[in-house]
C-alpha cells in the first residue's frame, strides 16, 4: 500500500503487540486501546510490512495539519445484541453535532459555530476523529453511549511488556494457593445491608444525599471524592486526593503500610465517575461504576473491623476521569511507572451489580487487556471463597486496569458478566440501585474475590486473641 501525500499515513489495528525485533511495529505503536494495538505511520515500507500483520481493520488516512488538535481513537463498546436494537446510534451524526464557537472580534458579538471534530478514518465498530484539544476531554458528552474514547499520544511510544520476573510472581502466588479459614471468616464479613447504603448515598436515591451526577466535571463527584477520602481514612487507610488536570475531580489514593520491611504493594481499584444519558446532567452510576466502588468501601471497612494488618503495602484507589479516557488511572500509572513502583499485581473492579433475569450470579474476566496469570488467579481464588459465581470471559473493555497494565503491571480486571455488556441502564441516567437486576448478593460476591485476591497477594494479620 503506497502512501500518495506527505501528510497521508497508514492505520493498523491488531490484537498483536510489537515484537522487540520488529522496528517497524515498535516505532510506530501507539498503544493498546480496547481490543487491540494500533500502530500509526507515514513510512511506506512500514506500512508494506504492517500490512502482514494479523490485524482487526487497517486503513490510510491524511493527518490533520493543526497542532490544536488531538486525535482520539474511538471503539464501540462489546453490548448485548438486544441493547444494540434499542438504540440506533449513528456516531457521525453525533460527531457532527460538535461545535465550538470563534471568540468575538472588536465590537463583533456575533459568534458562528464551527465543527469542532473532523472523522479522519471509520471502519464498522471503530473510528479515528480529530478534535479540538479542549473537546477532547469532554467527548463522552457528545458521544453515543455504547462508543468510547481514547486519546492518542502526540507520537508513537514504546511498547512495555509485564516483565517476566513480574509474571514468575504471580505464578509463585498462584501456586501457593488453597483455602484458609480466616481469609473466608474476612471476606464473608463484607455487609451488604452497608453496600446497599453506600450506593444510595453515591447515586442520590439516599434523601440525605445532594448527589446528582458523579461525571468528572461536577459538583457531585467533588462531593464523592470526599465524602470516599474521609470514609476510607475513617476505617484505618491514609488517603489524599490527588488531582491529574484541570477541571476533573481528583482521584482518592488511600496506602495501608505494610508492616514488613518492602516495597512490594498490591492495588485494588475503582472508578467513581459516571456518565448519564446524552444531554442528560442526571448521572447516578449505580453499576458503573457505584457498585466497584462500594465494593471498594465495603473492603476498607472490613480491614478496621477485623483489625487487619498487611504484611505487604496496600493501596486501594477510586479514579476519576474514567468515562473520558482513563485518564486519572492514566497519570496515577504513569506516576507509579515513573516512580520504579514494585507492583505485584493490581485488580480493577467495574460494573459488577447487573445480570439479566434468569442469568445466575456471573463474575467475567477479559478476554484480551490484562495479564493471564492474575486473571487465573482471580479465577482459582473465585472457585474456593465464591463457588456461586459462574466465571467467564468477557470481551467488555477498557477499565483503568489496562492503564497498569500498558505500562507493564500485572493487572486484572473483575466484571459482572460473563459475555458483553448486557445492562440496559448503561451510561444511562437510569443507572439506580433500585431496580430490576441490580444484585448486590453479586455484588459482595466478587467484592470478596477482590478481597481474597488483596489477602493472599499481600499476606495479613489478625490481632492475636486475648
Known amino acids: 500500500m503506497l502512501l500518495s501525500t506527505a501528510s497521508a499515513a497508514f492505520l493498523l489495528f491488531s490484537p498483536s503487540p510489537p515484537q522487540a525485533e520488529d522496528s517497524c511495529l515498535s516505532q510506530s505503536y501507539y498503544g493498546s486501546h480496547g481490543t487491540g494495538h494500533l500502530y500509526i505511520t507515514s513510512d511506506n515500507n512500514c506500512a508494506a510490512n504492517l500490512l502482514d500483520v494479523d490485524h482487526s481493520v487497517a486503513g490510510v488516512f491524511n ?125 464473608n464479613n463484607i455487609s451488604i445491608a452497608q453496600l446497599r447504603s453506600d450506593i444510595r448515598y453515591l447515586t442520590g436515591e439516599s434523601p440525605a444525599s445532594e448527589i446528582v451526577s458523579r461525571h468528572s466535571f461536577s459538583q457531585g463527584a467533588q462531593i464523592a471524592a470526599k465524602w470516599l477520602k474521609a470514609n476510607f481514612e475513617s476505617h484505618g487507610a491514609t488517603c489524599e486526593l490527588k488531582p491529574f488536570l484541570s477541571g476533573f475531580t481528583p482521584n482518592v489514593i488511600c496506602k495501608y503500610p505494610g508492616t514488613e520491611n518492602t516495597t512490594e504493594t498490591v492495588l485494588i481499584s475503582a472508578h467513581y465517575d459516571s456518565r448519564g444519558s446524552f444531554g442528560s446532567v442526571r448521572a447516578p452510576g449505580g453499576d458503573d461504576d457505584g457498585s466497584g466502588t462500594i465494593a471498594l468501601l465495603g473492603i476498607a471497612r472490613t480491614i478496621a473491623r477485623k483489625g487487619i494488618t498487611f504484611r505487604k503495602n496496600v493501596q486501594i484507589c477510586a479514579f476519576a476521569g474514567e468515562e473520558q479516557g482513563l485518564y486519572g488511572s492514566r497519570y496515577y500509572a504513569r506516576e507509579m511507572y515513573e516512580g520504579g513502583a514494585n507492583l505485584t499485581l493490581m485488580i480493577q473492579a467495574d460494573m459488577l451489580g447487573y445480570h439479566k433475569p434468569g442469568e445466575p450470579a456471573q463474575l467475567g474476566l477479559p478476554d484480551f487487556i490484562g495479564t493471564p496469570e492474575v486473571a487465573q488467579l482471580v479465577s482459582n481464588l473465585s472457585a474456593i471463597y465464591s463457588p456461586e459465581l459462574s466465571v467467564g470471559f468477557t470481551p467488555a473493555c477498557c477499565s483503568d486496569h489496562q492503564s497498569f497494565h500498558n505500562l507493564g503491571f500485572p493487572a486484572t480486571q473483575v466484571f459482572e458478566r460473563a459475555g458483553p455488556i448486557a445492562d440496559p441502564m448503561y451510561h444511562n441516567s437510569g443507572d439506580l440501585s433500585d431496580r430490576e437486576g441490580y444484585d448486590f448478593d453479586q455484588i459482595k460476591s466478587i467484592a470478596k474475590i477482590q478481597f481474597a485476591t488483596l489477602l493472599h497477594a499481600a499476606g495479613f494479620d489478625l490481632p492475636a486473641a486475648e
Open 63 to 187: 493527518k490533520p495539519a493543526s497542532r490544536d488538535t488531538q486525535l482520539v481513537w474511538l471503539q464501540h463498546q462489546a453490548v448485548e445484541e438486544t441493547l444494540k436494537l434499542q438504540n440506533d446510534e449513528n456516531l457521525l451524526d453525533f460527531l457532527a453535532r460538535i461545535t465550538v464557537h470563534d471568540a468575538p472580534v472588536g465590537d463583533q458579538v456575533v459568534m458562528s459555530p464551527r465543527s469542532a471534530a473532523e472523522v479522519v478514518w471509520a471502519s464498522a465498530g471503530h473510528a479515528l476523529v480529530s478534535v479540538e484539544k479542549d473537546v477532547a476531554l469532554t467527548l463522552d458528552q457528545h458521544l453515543p453511549r455504547f462508543w468510547r474514547a481514547s486519546p492518542l499520544p502526540v507520537e508513537p511510544i514504546p511498547f512495555v511488556p509485564v516483565p517476566s520476573k513480574a509474571v514468575e510472581h504471580v505464578k509463585d502466588i498462584l501456586s501457593g494457593i488453597k483455602f484458609d479459614p480466616d481469609v473466608a471468616s474476612i471476606v
